[in-house]
């Protein structure tokens, strides 16, 4: 099976394919068709991360070559995947989290008539993310990278007959580009420097062949390729626009894979990183930042997708912060990456069920006791509310323990903060709790709670285990030791303070988080509608605005943009079309001048035929003979 | 007695012919002559069919014949490779350029005879009139008309005009070269004048067509009276002697090289002599157009760059600035007047005369040297293949378009035409494109081409003239394209007559060709180059 692999992605891309180009016919099992491409793909998928384990650790890595792709002079690019720990987490993960969320799918979409067409979608996203996640070369990376990108911006946009839908769509593939630009840069960098783009070859060579200035500069322009696929700041204003998309695409693309790219890129890209401190610094920075701009935001939103999608933006904060820490935090931040794509993927598919029942509704400020009229939704989602704020025992508590122990390794101030943002993820997500399940009822009119159908509660069952169970991966060091092929040895930085200590600190805040958002959503009751921005501190009021990204873009890139375009209009309209017109009306004058001679009469036209003959032979003679 | 009468009988050896050499041309005019008798034998009720079937079979047989011969042409080294022969005491030569045309032209032939004996466009009849002696307008017309009369005397003259067209690009001496565009001209001059709608206009245009042609076929003969003259003979290759070794009497030499110029000039419709053009082609019934646009100007161009290269090849630098100068006004004036059209027969036919300037930028360019670059007689031969199978299918193309009138012709009507019938607009359409030398298509490579080979004799700077003018050329071109696709129509709109399957072949064939040879233009390129150069 190892050296099949490579099937992962076929499968769901055929299906893909093929569901978009089947006729109605294919309405009826089209739904069908997709969550089995998609379970064959983590079946084929799971067999093979089996037969790795069985393999000896040095000989855990399966490269192959399907086909060459570019052959041009000295230009040489492969069709080439390899299937190594880092790669099998992730096939696992997408394959897995996949299907559960093809599954739910059934459910959330069964009254949607385009519903062939959304699994069409999931499964060229499905497709695009394994080979993104498979690729042996930079260039086929991209292949995926730009494919997931497509998938995303389908996805959004997928109920187009809505104007923000629509619109938030075009956002998320524009700022998308920007950062795409940044990697399509470092490809050409990688060529031109080291002529070749394979990863391997690229990450084992740039710290001997290449300046410490050439590593930085691709560092950077990967992280500006990071940023824009997993919303960092400050490439970050799309993402909480892209919950436009069904909620299930929330789930899969905008929580648990597609917005993780990021970090995978740049712990796959671990040779270029350690060779360049600055761009690492950089990553940390980046990490930092977000993780506490979408913590922000988290805390202010209404919106229940807003506030996971705060939230989500956080998370991959601390994995981007675990990734520029090196080898201390490469392995921490896959394993984040993961634990987070569980328990995230479980919420954010909650959020799915409570919004089913509530028609539609997001906003939480409507919600409210919901505890008891969904209780298979809230026992999943509470199980999920645990690992994500680190509940002792929770898959949450390890990883993000790991990290915040490994940043207070790299430097106090950047350990505080992290420890900082694990007591404000606590406060927003006990506000969320509170305002969706156990507050009094605040329901509008002519809703009634109802559970949701079983196809969408096992999915939520499944992925709750998984949020509480996934913690295990760390025992005994299992994970760093498992990617230790990839990203190489992972150094315990001794702490002033043991392990459990930290564990216990970070306990103590979270319980502290907890506790100020409980006294302050139970106190006095929740009102239907929320307050107005003059009403609220001005930190309520930056998150509230998404801590003015989008004001920012406008200022700096749209509205200067559009002042270029409208010069380049005026000159295009004057200048140009003047200069071209002039020059057509002159023709068309010539032209109207030269017919005169075309008379009709057989006289005139003889006449210029002898005058023409005695010029010729006049002519002739006249320049020969003088 | 009898005896005496053998001894003092003059030593008259008898012609030798290399019939099997000359047997194309001799199959066309032989068809022709057997389509005379048809013309008087057969009964009327079938004879159009059989006429078009005749003269199809014919053809067809005439241009397997024609493969048949090139293949079998000898190689001759000289100071450029050639293949072929004179043949027939040297009143003609078969070489590679001129068998290479004799295809062209019976292909241009067969397409041609698909329009000519096209019937479902106008109820029934084809495009010819009825009894040409009645007047226009007269009870006579509308009772030829109720008597569902035709001319089929067409065919034989199509044939007829062919063999003249063969006769006229493989001519070896200046008398045989004036028989041949006589043959080729008189039936073309008379078919003109057929047109079953407009008969007035077509009888213009086949009256101005016969005068002016014979004005200019008196200045032909005027120079071809001096090169006589100046060299003693006919024969192109004794002019050419005569040439090189300078025997003096320059002037009478220029005076004949200038007016069997301006003959020849006259017949591709270059300026000062191209005034007839958009009167006959606009007046001439279109199948009859299209047959002329390509034929009449393969044949002359080829005849022209045959007299200039063999017989005055020696005196190059007195007639190549000239072709210079007329090649530059050509170009200009056909692009710049093709704008202000309003017709598409005229605009098409000052298309034609925008591309006789092309043609003359790869002649004076005169670039025959032995090399892997293209030389102009392989650019002019490929040239004229694309131009005329693009020129045949745009009349093709016109032949559909009408109304209650018969064609309509003025271009406000073709607008919207990309609505009602994507097919046709889509053709014509890509021979404008082609006729623009937009890549892709066929009239891309062919201009560049001539274009190159231009370049390669030295002259850069009317390659550069050409290509600026191509630039305005595309103006009118891609103008036409606007209104079909991007224009509401005006009134009902434009409406298209269901051609038979003869039309649709031909145009579905030229566009085909014209694609091909844009996409894959390889083996016509090495044809043209294979053919080399001529042989004296």
Partial sequence: MLDLVWLVVVVPLVSGLGLLVWGKEGDRVGHLVGTVASAVAFVIGLVAFVQLLGRPEDDRSVAGTLFTWISSGPFHVDMAYRFDPLSALFVLLVTGVGTLIHVYSIGYMAHDERRRRFFAYLNLFVAAMLTLVLADDYLVLFLGWEGVGLASYLLIGFWQHKPSAAAAAKKAFVLNRVGDVGMALAIMLMFAQLGTSSIQAVNATVAGQASESVATALGLLLLLGACGKSAQVPLQAWLLDAMEGPTPVSALIHAATMVTAGVYLVVRSNGIFDAAPVAQTAVVVVGLVTLLAGAGIGCTKDDIKKALAGSTMSQIGYMMLAAGLGPAGYAFAIFHLVTHGFFKANMFLGAGSVMHGMSDDVDMRHYGALRRAMPVTFATFGLGYLAIIGFPGFSGFFSKDRIIEAAFGESFWVGLAALLGAGVTAFYMTRLMVMTFTSPKRWLDDVHPHESPRVMTVPLVVLAALSVLGGVLVLGGWIEHWLEPVVGHTEHHELAVPAWGMSIIVTAVVAVGVALAWSTYTRSPIAGTAPADADVSVLTRAGRHELYGNAVNDTLVVRPTRHLTRVLVFLDARLVDGLVRGLADRLGDTSQFLRTPQTGYVRSYALSILVGSLVVVLALLAVTLA | ?536
Avoid at chain 2, 1 to 15: G, H, N, S
Avoid at chain 2, 327 to 339: H, K, N, R
Avoid at chain 2, 379 to 387: D, E, K, M, P
């Fill in chain 2, 1 to 536: 007695m009898a005896t005496l009468l053998l001894a003092d009988r003059p030593d008259i050896a008898a012609p030798t012919i290399e019939w099997s050499l000359l047997s194309p041309l001799l199959v066309v005019a032989g068809v022709a002559m057997v389509a005379v008798l048809v013309e008087t034998f057969w009964p009327r009720r079938t004879r159009f069919t059989a006429q078009a079937v005749l003269a199809g079979l014919g053809l067809l047989a005439a241009l397997l014949d024609t493969v048949r011969v090139y293949v079998s042409l000898d190689r001759v080294d000289g100071d450029v490779v050639g293949r072929g022969t004179p043949v027939a005491e040297g009143a003609v030569t078969v070489d590679g350029p001129g068998v290479l045309t004799w295809g062209l032209l019976l292909v241009f032939a067969l397409l041609s005879l698909a329009l000519f004996a096209e019937r479902r466009l106008d109820g029934g009849l084809s495009a010819f009139t009825g009894r040409a002696v009645d007047p226009p307008g007269s009870a006579g017309e509308a009772e030829a008309t109720r008597l569902r009369l035709e001319h089929t005397e067409t065919f034989p003259l199509l044939l007829f005009a062919l063999a003249g067209m063969m006769l006229f690009a493989s001519a070896n001496d200046l008398v045989t070269m004036f028989v041949g565009l006589e043959v080729m001209s008189l039936p073309l001059y008379l078919l003109c004048g057929l047109a079953r709608r407009r008969r007035l206009v077509s009888q213009e245009a086949s009256l101005k067509y016969f005068l002016l042609g014979a004005f200019s076929s008196v200045f032909f003969l005027y120079g071809v009276a001096l090169a006589y003259g100046y060299a003693g003979s006919f024969r192109l290759a004794d002019i050419d002697t005569a040439v090189t070794s300078r025997t003096g009497g320059e002037h009478l030499l220029l005076a004949a090289i200038g007016l069997i110029s301006v003959g020849m000039l006259f017949k591709v419709g270059a300026v000062p002599f191209h005034q007839w053009t958009p009167d006959v082609y606009q007046g001439a019934p279109t199948p009859v157009t299209a047959f002329m646009a390509a034929g009449t100007k393969a044949a002359a161009f080829v005849a022209f760059m045959r007299v200039l290269f063999v017989a005055f090849g020696g005196a190059s630098w007195d007639w190549r600035p000239l072709l210079w100068v007329v090649a530059l006004l050509t170009m200009v004036v056909g692009s710049l007047v093709a704008i202000a059209q309003t017709d598409v027969k005229r605009m098409l036919a000052y298309s034609s005369v925008a591309h006789a300037g092309f043609l003359l930028v790869g002649l004076a360019g005169a670039y025959v040297a032995d090399s892997e670059r293209i030389t102009s007689v392989s650019g002019l031969l490929f040239y004229l293949g694309v131009y005329g199978v693009s020129s045949i299918g745009a009349f093709a193309v016109v032949t559909v378009v009408r109304d209650a009138g018969g064609e309509t012709t003025h271009l406000s009507r073709w607008a919207g035409l990309g609505k009602e019938s994507p097919f046709l607009a889509g053709s014509f359409a890509l021979f404008m494109l082609s006729f623009a030398g937009i890549p892709l298509t066929g009239g891309f490579i062919g201009k560049w081409s001539v274009f190159s080979a231009a370049w390669s004799g030295g002259y850069g700077a009317l390659v550069v003239a050409g290509v600026l003018t191509s630039a305005v050329a595309a103006y009118f071109y891609v103008r036409v394209i606007v209104l079909m696709f991007f224009t509401d129509p005006v009134g009902d709109g434009p409406t298209v007559a269901l051609p038979s399957v003869l039309t649709t072949v031909v145009i579905a064939a030229a566009a085909a060709g014209t694609m091909v040879l844009g996409i894959l233009p390889g083996p016509v390129l090495d044809l043209a180059q294979h053919a080399g150069t001529f042989v004296r």
